[in-house]
């Protein structure tokens, strides 16, 4: 008697299945990539610039302003001999007037705390660069 050997079928899986798990797995990988990006900035991290960046555009405004009042100001200073009485009291009033306003504008701004992260602002010292107005 013939020793009759039964093979055993596998179960194939059908070539499809394996091209869709394939592809799954590339776009899950491509996504997790993604989530991980260094260049992303998280959405609390992107508000808390915007509101630093904010602050800074509007005391810029406000340090332009009171620099223009200053130069006026200073004409004033140098025509103060030539100018009659009146028309130096216009003029000073007018300085006075705008850098109330100015101050006004400045009491309503809150700084952002010291330890707030942000990007990084210039400082110029007037001092240290020889510009004193005194």
């Known amino acids: 008697m013939a020793v009759t050997r039964r093979r055993r079928r596998r179960s194939k899986v059908p ?6 798990i394939f ?3 590339i776009l899950l990988l491509l996504y997790l990539i993604g989530t991980f990006d260094p260049r992303k900035e998280p959405a609390a991290e992107a508000e808390k610039t915007s509101e630093l960046a904010d602050y800074a555009r509007e005391v810029s405004t406000l340090v332009k302003r009171s620099n223009t009042v200053a130069a006026e100001f200073r004409e004033v200073w140098d025509q103060a001999t030539s100018l009659s009485r009146i028309e130096l009291e216009e003029k000073l009033n ?3 007037e705008e850098s109330n306003k100015i101050a006004e504008e400045a009491s309503g701004h809150e700084a952002p705390p010291p330890n707030a992260e942000g990007p990084d602002l210039p400082s110029v010292d007037l001092r240290s660069a020889g510009r004193s107005y005194r």
Request: charged share 10%.
């Open 94 to 96: 007018k300085a006075i």
């Open 15 to 20: 070539f499809p299945t394996i091209v869709i």
């Open 23 to 25: 592809v799954l797995l």
